[in-house]
């Protein structure tokens, strides 16, 4: 070979290296420059009103978003109510029971609908819901972002379930337990942190989901409770609505507000990968 | 090459058909799919009740087809199919409107690999083909299966004071003989032994083998096995299988264990046990 061609071909590498390792880089500095700067910008608001005081009347000082963290914890409960158990299912479904081809259909769909525009499910569930009911909800939030969880739960908790050796199904099976006793008393168990996991994983993508909610929440400056009473408040939407306004006292809320929802959603994440990997 | 047999006993007679009708397993005619692969052709066999039958033959012969078809787990897989007869206790567990469910009640299977259920202790795993069956137990009675599948598997002593602890904590040869106590404990008529000891240490293996002969007194069992030395040690009656030209399985000799090791008939079967091939 001569001197030529071989020091071409360790350039070549060098660069294709160089290139493959900056792309890394900016990955993960991304996140970290997200996390540095909603840092810096919210942690001077940050206090114990933001998590304990409602918002107070436009261009008043003070006040807090307890109101949003509630909402958004109802929201996303009633999300998962609704989206786990159904993503679980049609995991279920797809490991266990379809064939090559309805699996296969059925994955596709999952998929499409993963990619749908999450501000399109929130028209959609506004059409099919609030418009029915009359009225803005929890409720309505609650199922916007169940269709968000449900693709993303059904796919994860599938390849979970997958995992799961053969020899497991063949054991149970072959004690003449039937085929719904041995998922439910085998396969899943055996499943369980994956699943948890996965779960884990969609509630923290619902909980950062913004569009859905602007058809389906609305948004109220008030503490709500009310399931299927009215209108509620969410995080983003409380984010949203401050940075998008003209006051700089609500833009301060709103970093801190940001910064809070972004340490919720990496809290969750991290737990996730703690079940995961924890040893047993 | 001499082979060590069991001594016990007489010579075994031929199995006779009324006494596998009555009280062991009938195979006629049967033949196994893997989709279009034909994998059994045309298999019959007499399992002797109360007696251990091996089927032995080189890899890839349909041995585990076999039995796979004795409890009706063949089907399990995707694409399997099988025709012809099973007759358990005389009853075709082919014939139409056959719950397989039901089947594997009657005809308890262990694996190639040891299988407990990795999420319950060794009590539950046990206990699972009882409770996951949704018979209505008593603790009490629960409790006096589960001690009696135990020491039938040789497994008490060792476990009788750990019964809350994982089944992953066993060794390989413990855990094969928990998966025995666990497919004794739904009292099976026919207990199916796949390849159990090709995951074990020779000592483990020869626990298995005691076990086994222990067994025998009370329970129907066909072992699958590709060691001739375990089959010829064991089992009272050898099943020879070998691959035909498009490599579906076949059985070319069946008889008591002694006659097939000393007398084959077959020129397949002295190829084969002398060690000249598979």
């Not at chain 1, 500095?29 to 005081?53: C, E, P, Q, R, Y």
């Not at chain 1, 749908?116 to 418009?131: K, T």
């Not at chain 1, 269709?147 to 379930?161: D, K, Q, V, W």
């Not at chain 2, 539950?124 to 006096?144: I, K, M, T």
């Amino acid at each position: 070979m001569s001197g030529f061609a071989y020091r071409r071909r360790k350039t070549t590498s060098t660069l294709v290296l160089g290139f493959c390792a900056a792309s890394a880089l900016v990955a993960v500095g991304v996140l970290a420059l997200i996390l540095g700067f909603v840092l810096a910008k919210g942690i001077s608001s940050l206090n114990v009103d933001l998590f304990t005081k409602l918002p107070r009347p436009e261009g008043e000082p003070g006040g807090g978003v307890a109101n949003s963290m509630v909402g958004s914890l109802l929201t996303v409960g009633i999300a998962a109510l609704i989206g786990i158990p159904a993503g679980v299912g049609a995991g279920v479904f797809l490991s266990e029971y379809a064939g090559a081809r309805l699996g296969n259909i059925i994955r596709f769909t999952a998929d499409v609908l993963t990619g749908v525009p999450s501000i399109v499910v929130g028209v959609f569930v506004y059409g099919m819901v609030v418009l029915k009911m009359g009225h803005f909800s929890a409720l309505a939030a609650g199922i916007a972002l169940a269709i968000i969880m449900l693709p993303i739960m059904a796919r994860s908790s599938e390849e979970m379930l997958k995992l799961v050796p053969r020899s497991q199904r063949e054991a149970a099976l072959a004690l003449g337990i039937t085929r719904w006793r041995t998922i439910l008393s085998v396969i899943i168990p055996a499943a369980r942190r994956g699943l948890v996991t996965g779960g884990l994983l969609a509630v923290a993508r619902a909980g950062g989901e913004t569009a859905p909610l602007i058809f389906t929440a609305l948004g109220n400056p008030f503490l709500s409770l009310s399931v299927a009473g009215g209108p509620i408040d969410a995080l983003p939407l409380r984010i949203y609505r401050y940075a998008t306004g003209p006051y700089s006292e609500q833009h301060q809320q709103a970093w801190a507000a940001s910064f809070v929802l972004v340490m919720m959603v990496f809290a969750i994440s991290l737990t996730a990968r703690l079940v995961l990997t924890r040893r047993r | 090459m001499a082979y060590e047999m069991r001594v016990e006993g007489e010579a075994q007679a031929a199995v006779s058909e009324a006494e596998a009708l009555s009280e062991g397993v009938v195979v006629r005619d049967l033949n196994a799919w893997y989709g279009s692969f034909q994998a059994l052709r045309q298999v019959d066999l007499l399992v002797a009740p109360k007696r251990i039958t091996a089927i032995i033959g080189p890899s890839g012969c349909g041995k585990s087809t076999l039995i796979r078809c004795f409890n009706r787990m063949h089907e399990v897989a995707p694409g399997a199919r099988a025709s012809g007869q099973v007759l358990l206790r005389g009853e075709d567990i082919y014939a139409p409107g056959t719950d397989p469910v039901l089947v594997r009640r009657r005809v308890g299977m262990v694996f190639q690999k040891p299988n407990p259920f990795p999420t319950m202790s060794i009590f539950d795993n046990v206990a699972a083909g009882l409770r996951l069956n949704g018979f209505l137990v008593r603790r009490s009675e629960l409790v006096d299966t589960v001690e009696r599948s135990l020491r039938q598997a040789a497994l008490w002593d060792e476990v009788k004071d750990k019964p809350a602890r994982p089944a992953t904590e066993l060794s390989g040869g413990q855990q094969q003989r928990l998966c025995i106590a666990r497919a004794l404990a739904v009292e099976p008529e026919v207990l199916l032994m796949d390849e159990p000891c090709s995951a074990l240490d020779p000592v483990a293996t020869l626990k298995i083998e005691d076990l086994m002969r222990e067994l025998a007194r009370e329970y129907t069992i066909v072992i699958v096995t590709h060691n001739m030395q375990q089959a010829a040690r064991v089992s009272d009656y050898t099943a020879v299988m070998m691959m035909a030209e498009d490599r579906a399985g076949e059985m070319i000799e069946f008889g008591p264990t002694r006659e097939i090791f000393t007398y084959p008939k077959d020129k397949r079967t002295e190829d084969y046990i002398t060690g000249r091939f598979g």
